[in-house]
């Protein structure tokens, strides 16, 4: 089963719905995240949980 990291962001209300997926874009891009899970409030604010996966390397033995 594989690993992941989990990464809490926090949107505040004044943020455009545009702003906000270019900033979860660039994290996905450049950061390699995904997201996991988003919550949008009643107020507009958004919580949003990025997930990547956790690649760990196997060490060589000769």
């Known amino acids: 089963m594989p ?3 989990f990464r809490e ?4 209300r004044g943020v455009s719905r ?3 997926t270019r900033l ?3 994290e996905a891009e450049y950061g390699h995240w ?3 899970r ?4 009643p107020d507009g604010s958004r919580r949003v949980r990025l997930r990547r996966r956790i690649i760990r390397q196997v060490r060589a033995t000769w």
């Open 3 to 5: 690993e992941y990291e």
């Open 9 to 12: 962001m926090y949107v505040p």
């Open 18 to 20: 545009k702003d906000a």
């Open 24 to 26: 979860l874009t660039d």
């Open 34 to 36: 995904e997201v996991d």
């Open 38 to 41: 988003l919550r949008l409030y």
